[in-house]
Structures are given as structure tokens and as C-alpha cells.
């Protein structure tokens, strides 16, 4: 699933500003992309990268992780750069944002993929769900999406426009569970909710500044957060795909 906003599409970092969806199309407008995304050292967003990377952009790839975030710039090459951050602080993601620009230029694709999944029941034999976990999970998917979005937007505001008066793109991602969350997923679909009720009033908010705003919903992927579970609850996950029987790929979401 996907929500949009404005009629805008989702898709691809070539669908950023109304391309028109060839192949030409998609290279000449990644060539001037600086591109920067929040947990980046997953897989999602790193994947994200290497596509925008391999059609000629550049990437700064923002994370707290700091043993993988720079092994993932490293492995991008010279295009790519890490910067240790914590989306659910203000001021450093400011700061990262404006250091990315510094290295690479104006900013005109942001994708938010920085997030925690801890499991919890309300109520279950360990006793009630303590407040902070909860509010540890809201704060970094949540709260991160928006901190992240408000500083990219602020500096994107100033970029030059395309022909459809279009200067840049913020891509969040929610989840499924923001649907149709399990047991066990309050804390997790809570916050993916929330980014999906974020979508619609963020992209009338900020289009008249000419940058849209979308958010991606996915299914079961394989992801560092899925290959935590046991092999056995993954095949069962993936069998209960209506059709291909199996999970998504970062490459998929890229």
C-alpha cells in the first residue's frame, strides 16, 4: 500500500518530480540529485542510495549506528557519505541536513526509513507494556519522520524548481502495521499510523512550496528487522503472501 498526497505519485527516486518514466528520463534527473536519507544503514534506505547512486546522484546517509553506517557509505563509494545523527534531535539533524548540502549540493530527494520495532503487549505475563518503550518507539519512527521532514523542507524551499515548478521530495515509510497491526505491535503501529495520517496534510502543507510528499507502505520485506525472527516464523510470514509466496526486497522499495 501507498499514500500519496495531491495526486502526486509514488514510486521510485526517478518519479521525484514528474519524470516521465523512461529509462533517459530517470538518468538525467538522478544526475543532479543530492540525496539524503534518514537510517540509512538499513536496508531500505541503503538500497535507496545505491540506486540513486548508480544513475548519477549523490548520497548522505544519516544513522545512529555508528559500526554500520559508515561500512554502508564505504561500500557506496565516493559518492556517498555517513554522518552519525539522531533524527529525534532537533538540532543535529539540522545540522546534518546543512552539511549535507555543503558536500553535495541542494538537497532535492529525502527518503526517512530510521526505525525500532519493539514488540509488546498491553497487558502480558512480564506485566504492563512500560511507558517508555512506547514512547522510545513513537519518538524515533514517528517523531524522527517529522524532524527529519521539517529540516529537509526548510532547505528545500530555496532550491530551484523543475518545469512543474516542483524542488524536491520527502519520501517516509510506514508500514502495513499502520493498517492492520498485530498483537503485540501497539507501540509499532501506533507510529506507523501516525506517518501515514502525517502524509496527506504535510504534502497540502508544503506544496505550495513546490515539494511533495509521500509515504510508502510496505508489506513483509526482508529486512535486519524481520531476519531477527526465527527462519520458521519467517516462512510462515512469507507463505502468507497471497502472491509471490515469499518477502519483498530492499531493491523493491528502491
Known sequence: RRAGGLGCKSGTASDVCGATGSSADAISWCEWVS???AGASGAFCAATAAAV????????ILDRDAERG???????????????????DETDIASAIKEA??????????????????????????????????????????????NVMKASAEVMQTNDTDADGCRGLIVN???VAGYE???GQVAYSSSKGGIIGLTLPAARDLAQFGIRVVT???????????????????????????????????EEYA
Open 35 to 37: 540525496f539524503c536519507a
Open 53 to 60: 547512486i548508480e544513475s548519477g546522484g549523490k548520497a548522505t
Open 70 to 88: 559508515p561500512k554502508t557509505a564505504a561500500r557506496l563509494g565516493g559518492s556517498a557519505r555517513f554522518r552519525l545523527a539522531d533524527v529525534t
Open 101 to 146: 548540502i555543503e558536500a553535495f549540493g541542494p538537497i532535492s530527494l529525502v527518503v526517512s526509513c530510521a526505525g525500532v520495532g519493539t514488540p509488546g503487549r498491553i497487558i502480558s505475563r512480564k506485566g504492563v507494556l512500560p511507558l517508555a518503550t512506547y514512547t522510545n518507539v513513537i519518538m524515533i519512527n514517528l517523531v524522527g519522520s517529522f
Open 173 to 175: 515509510t510506514a508500514s
Open 181 to 183: 497491526g498485530q498483537v
Open 216 to 250: 510508502i507502505a510496505p508489506g513483509l520485506f526482508d529486512t535486519p528487522m524481520m531476519g531477527a525472527l526465527p527462519d520458521d516464523v519467517q516462512e510462515s510470514l512469507a507463505k502468507g503472501t497471497p502472491f509471490p509466496q515469499r518477502l519483498g526486497t530492499s
